[in-house]
């Protein structure tokens, strides 16, 4: 059973940046595909982004394309979120999952604890 733990959350000014770690333990497989979603208060878990590890192909979601990008570190099974530009409406805890490539909603019914991020104006 493949284990998410997020970090590298925290309060940041519009325009800055910050980096999330997402470390997955357990033999993930190589075909994995790993992403990053968000909570935002009061609305609904969204996607971000997503990392194939075999194709190494990526995709985002429209509002952070430019902004964000996701990358995997192969030998410590850890992926990133490195976020720049951010803005106010990127608040929210963000979490990692696998995705089901081409669907973009997350494969595990299951969810690591998130990491917090706050954009402050």
């Known amino acids: 059973q493949v284990q998410l733990v997020e970090s590298g959350g925290g309060l940041v000014q519009a325009g800055g940046s910050l980096r999330l770690s997402c470390a997955v333990s357990?033999?993930?497989?190589?075909?994995?595909?790993m992403g990053w979603f968000r909570r935002a208060p009061g609305k609904e878990r969204e996607f971000v982004a997503a990392?194939?590890?075999?194709?190494?192909?990526?995709h985002y979601t429209d509002s952070v394309k430019g902004r964000f990008t996701i990358s995997r570190d192969n030998r410590k099974n850890t992926v990133y979120l490195q976020m720049n530009s951010l803005k106010p409406e990127d608040t929210a805890v963000y979490y990692c999952?696998?995705?089901?490539?081409?669907?973009?909603?997350?494969?595990?019914?299951?969810w690591g604890q998130g990491t917090q991020v706050t954009v402050s104006s």
């Open positions: 999952n696998k995705v089901v490539w081409g669907t973009w909603i997350p494969e595990l019914d299951y």
């Open positions: 357990g033999r993930p497989s190589n075909s994995i595909v």
């Open positions: 990392h194939s590890w075999s194709t190494d192909n990526t």
